[in-house]
Nanobody, 115 residues
Framework: QVQLVESGGGLVQPGGSLRRSCACSESILSFKAMVWYRQAPGNQRELVAR???????DYTDSVKGRFTISRTNARNTVYLHMNNLKPEDTAVYYCNGERDSLNYWGQGTQVTVSS
């Protein structure tokens, strides 16, 4: 069973920064992509950043220039670096691994941006 364990997040003031991490129980190189999603109350789940293995990295327009997805393959960990956070970034953030046309989800962690 693939397990994705997330850490990081919490409460931050507007303009602040957070780093999310997602540790996978299996090699992230065995996934075709590692992805971060978020979902705010009443909203649809939104793709934030997607990092395909060996391919270009994609970001949703609202976070371009502020968020960065990265990974440490040897540690089977993917990160989401969030800078210049805005109140509208408030959501539960989920990491996701894509493999064999299946999605494997982390538990999700609340990120709240508020003064």
């Amino acid at each position: 069973q693939v397990q994705l364990v997330e850490s990081g997040g919490g409460l931050v003031q507007p303009g602040g920064s957070l780093r999310r991490s997602c540790a996978c129980s299996e090699s992230i190189l065995s996934f075709k992509a590692m992805v971060w999603y978020r979902q705010a109350p009443g909203n649809q789940r939104e793709l934030v950043a997607r990092s395909p293995i060996g391919c270009r990295i994609d970001y949703t327009d609202s976070v371009k220039g502020r968020f960065t997805i990265s990974r440490t393959n040897a540690r089977n960990t993917v990160y989401l670096h969030m800078n210049n956070l805005k109140p509208e970034d408030t959501a539960v953030y989920y990491c996701n691994g894509e493999r064999d046309s299946l999605n494997y989800w982390g538990q999700g962690t609340q990120v709240t941006v508020s003064s």
